[in-house]
Structure formats: C-alpha cells, structure tokens
C-alpha cells in the first residue's frame, strides 16, 4: 500500500465518520476532495484552499435568503419580525451567530490545525447526539472566546 499516503487515509477516514453519521455533507466533501487529491485536479488545490470557504458561505447566504427572494416570506413578515419580543430575541441570536461564525472563519484561517478537531467533533455530535452539521464555524467562533485568538 505505498501509494495510499496518511493524507488518503485521513480524508477516507472521515468519508467513514460522514457515512457512519449520515452526514452527507461530510461524506460527499470529503469523497470531492479524495477525487481532487488522486487526479490532475489537484492542481486546483491553492484555489480550493484561498476560496473554498467563500464559496461556501455564498452559497449558504443564497439558501437562506431564497425564501425571501423568492416571496415565500414578505416584506410584511419581515417588518413584523420586530414587533414581537421573540423575533427580536431571533434577530440578537442570529447577530450573535454571525459574530462568532466571522471568528470562527478568523480562527480557522490562522489555525488550520484546529480545523481536524472542529470537523472531528461536528461529526461525532451528529453521529453520537443526534447533531445537525451546521456549526463548524460557530464550534470555531466559541473555541476563540476560550482559547483567546482570533
């Protein structure tokens, strides 16, 4: 087995964790980057590294506004969300959020080492405690409040 280097090994050891948890995010980015790794794509490797997280994020920008672009949720329904008391405590939970994702995206940025144990834990979460893979960015943002780097 000379040609299955530890790199191999470790993206195929969390395709497992991403099957075992049926995390089919995990699963299909980490089947993606094997296919990158072992063809000539892996060239494209520095682009993936520089702009991967930002095309992430436009596209999970364009999820959640879809509803509103698309008429599902109204102007009317939007100007409402701040007259009652729980929308408003949904609007500070989601300011709260994004902060603590733009530190997390600092974080993972500066210490791509932490970023096995983030992937890690987000994995087991969903495997062992029924968790929904949404929060890498925000498990980054907390883990900057404790270790105190950004």
Do not use: C
């Given at each position: 087995?000379?040609?299955?280097?530890?790199?191999?090994?470790?993206?195929?050891?969390?395709?497992?964790?991403?099957?075992?948890?049926?995390?089919?995010?995990?699963?299909?980015?980490?089947?993606?980057?094997?296919?990158?790794?072992?063809?000539?794509?892996?060239?494209?490797?520095?682009?993936?590294?520089?702009?991967?997280?930002t095309i992430?994020?436009?596209?999970?920008?364009?999820?959640?506004?879809?509803?509103?672009?698309?008429?599902?949720?109204?102007?009317?329904?939007?100007?409402?969300?701040?007259?009652?008391?729980?929308?408003?405590?949904?609007?500070?939970?989601?300011?709260?959020?994004?902060?603590?994702?733009?530190?997390?995206?600092?974080?993972?940025?500066s210490q791509?080492?932490?970023?096995?144990?983030?992937?890690?834990?987000?994995?087991?979460?969903?495997?062992?405690?029924?968790?929904?893979?949404?929060?890498?960015?925000?498990?980054?943002?907390?883990?900057?409040?404790?270790?105190?780097?950004?």
């Amino acid at each position: 087995m000379a040609f299955l280097d530890p790199t191999l090994l470790i993206l195929l050891v969390f395709a497992g964790l991403g099957i075992i948890s049926n995390n089919s995010a995990v699963t299909i980015a980490m089947f993606f980057l094997l296919t990158v790794r072992i063809t000539p794509l892996n060239q494209f490797f520095p682009w993936i590294e520089r702009y991967g997280l930002t095309i992430g994020i436009i596209i999970l920008t364009i999820g959640v506004m879809a509803p509103i672009a698309s008429g599902k949720i109204s102007a009317g329904t939007l100007v409402r969300s701040f007259m009652h008391w729980q929308s408003i405590l949904a609007i500070i939970v989601g300011v709260v959020v994004s902060w603590l994702g733009g530190r997390g995206l600092t974080l993972m940025g500066s210490q791509p080492h932490l970023v096995a144990g983030l992937l890690i834990g987000t994995v087991l979460g969903v495997a062992l405690f029924k968790g929904v893979p949404v929060g890498p960015l925000i498990a980054a943002g907390l883990l900057s409040l404790m270790v105190g780097k950004t």
